[in-house]
């Protein structure tokens, strides 16, 4: 069983930036697909950014060029920098650990991050 745990969420105007964190436990950390989601009331989950292990990045296409994803294996954790947020960012925002050696994939309890002026 993996844990994960996101923070960093709150509330900020347009413009402006947070950074979340997501830890996971398990010694196998830097072999893990992580990646960031995020659910917006009344619509489906979608992806924001996922980090692989090779180091390579793929990022939904409403956050190319203002999210960036990173991720520290020796803290067992992935980051999420997202500045010039916008209104329609307004989410709660999901980590996922994603163990491609088994399929299985973790979730986070979510973070709410709230654009508002």
């Known amino acids: 069983q993996v844990q994960v745990v996101e923070s960093g969420g709150g509330t900020v105007q347009p413009g402006g930036s947070l950074r979340l964190s997501c830890a996971a436990s398990g010694s196998m950390f830097s072999f893990y697909v992580m990646g960031w989601y995020r659910q917006a009331p009344g619509k489906q989950r979608e992806l924001v950014a996922r980090h692989i292990p090779d180091g390579s990045t793929n990022y939904g296409d409403s956050v190319k060029g203002r999210f960036t994803i990173s991720r520290d294996n020796a803290k067992n954790t992935v980051y999420l920098q997202m500045n010039s947020l916008k209104f329609e960012d307004t989410a709660v925002y999901y980590c996922?650990?994603?163990?491609?050696?088994?399929?299985?994939?973790?979730w986070g309890q979510g973070t709410q991050v709230t654009v508002s002026s």
């Open positions: 996922n650990a994603h163990i491609g050696s088994t399929g299985q994939g973790y």
